[in-house]
Each structure stands twice: as structure tokens, then as C-alpha cells.
Nanobody, 123 residues
């Protein structure tokens, strides 16, 4: 099992940038696909981005494609979400998640979750 702790959320103006980090415990981090999800008040959870074990394959939701970048550092047991050109509609709690399969593009495969970090984009 893997434990996940997110950081890096906060308040930013429209057009600004933030980088979220997710630190994972355990010695087998490189055998987990990693992902980022978000949930805004009153809305369903959205699968935002996923990355394969090696970091060589990615998935992005259409809503963030071209603006967000997911990456991972297996030596540091950390996955990142670089968010650029932020919009008010990006406001949500962002969750890091892990999957023991390598189906990094299938949201339902993610079974392990962090506690979430709030991102607020002001207009």
C-alpha cells in the first residue's frame, strides 16, 4: 500500500501558475501509475491527468490539455502537476492518487488517495 500527501495548493489569479506535489511513502513507488483528480463544490470528481510507471506516457483531460503537465521523479517518490494559465473553473480540491496497475489513463483504476489540496483561482 502507498500513502500520499499533497502540497502546493493555494490562491492564484487568473492566468497564474501553481505546481502541486504529491509525496508517496513506500519503496515501490515506481510500480504505481499516478494521477491527479479534482472536485469542485457540487460537481463530480474529474480525472485530470495520469502518468505511467516510467513517466513516459501521459493522459490529460481535454479541459486541461495544453495547460497542465504531469511529471514524476521516481528517485524522490514524488509526482507533480504543473498548472499554467489557470482559470476560475480550475478552482477545486485536487487529489493525488495511485494505481497498482499501469492503466494510467483509466480513472477507475486508481485506488489510493491523498487528503487533497485546495486550489482557488480568482477572476
Amino acid at each position: 500500500q502507498v500513502q500520499l500527501v499533497e502540497s502546493g495548493g493555494g490562491l492564484v489569479q487568473t492566468g497564474g501558475s501553481l505546481r502541486l506535489s504529491c509525496a508517496a511513502s513506500g519503496r515501490t513507488f515506481s510500480r504505481y501509475a499516478m494521477g491527479w483528480f479534482r472536485q469542485a463544490p457540487g460537481k463530480e470528481r474529474e480525472f485530470v491527468a495520469g502518468i505511467s510507471w516510467s513517466g513516459g506516457s501521459w493522459y490529460y483531460a481535454d479541459s486541461v490539455k495544453g495547460r497542465f503537465t504531469i511529471s514524476r521523479d521516481n528517485a524522490k517518490n514524488t509526482v507533480y502537476l504543473q498548472m499554467n494559465s489557470l482559470k476560475p473553473e480550475d478552482t477545486a480540491v485536487y487529489y493525488c492518487a495511485a494505481s497498482s496497475s499501469n492503466y494510467y489513463y483509466i480513472g477507475q483504476e486508481f485506488r489510493y488517495w491523498g487528503q487533497g489540496t485546495q486550489v482557488t483561482v480568482s477572476s
